[in-house]
């Protein structure tokens, strides 16, 4: 009997891994950190990421986005190769300082980051690297649309799967996600 549950258990896992599809490569896209630094994106291959679009002034999804990415960072180990990155889709608005001041109020773990960027590489990131929606990209036009999705990318820096983010059991889907990629 013993043998056969931990047959079940090995096959279990085994789907697990088969059921995360290679999707597309996150494009090596180079954006502003909250301290104004330069980040391209794939400085972050060699660790599992955890995206979302969200922008600081939204009253929408974003603020059950973020706090949905708040409680996925407690269930990843500490040491683990995670990180948890927040692209705003508002560059016009949130600024490196507007971030910054965003980040102090909500950050709960070291390992998650706030980006931003000029309208036409957000754009693009969002479309044609995250096959996600975008608005409409004029000048002086509304805050981008974007997803209500976090995207979980590997460690060679391809997203694996989409989680709908205001989900009240996405943090629990997201961390086993990021144990799974962990474990490849």
């Known amino acids: 009997m013993r043998v056969l549950s931990l047959a079940l258990l090995l096959f279990a896992a085994c789907q ?6 290679k999707l597309y490569p ?3 896209t180079t954006l502003v950190n909250e301290r104004g630094e330069s980040v391209n994106l794939d400085a972050m291959k060699g660790n599992v990421v955890v995206y979302d679009f969200i922008f600081t002034s939204c ?5 059950i986005m973020t706090n949905n990415m708040r409680a996925i ?11 948890f990155v927040s692209i ?15 980040a102090t109020r909500v950050r709960n773990d070291p390992r998650w980051t706030f980006l931003t960027g000029d ?8 479309v044609k690297g995250f096959k996600l929606v975008a608005g409409d990209p004029m000048p002086g036009g509304e805050p981008l649309l974007h997803s209500s999705k976090f995207a979980v990318a590997d460690k060679q820096g391809v997203i694996r799967g989409y989680y709908e983010a205001v989900d ?6 997201v961390a086993k996600v990021v144990e799974t990629l962990l474990n490849e």
């Open 168 to 173: 009240g059991t996405v943090p629990e889907e």
């Open 119 to 126: 309208r036409d590489a957000i754009v693009n990131l969002s």
């Open 73 to 83: 960072t407690p269930l990843v180990d500490d040491d683990a190769p995670v990180r």
């Open 26 to 28: 996150v494009p090596a």
């Open 59 to 63: 009253t929408g999804t974003c603020p």
């Open 88 to 102: 705003s889709i508002d560059p016009a608005r949130d600024t490196p300082a507007v971030l910054s001041q965003y």
């Open 16 to 21: 697990t891994k088969r059921d995360l599809p």
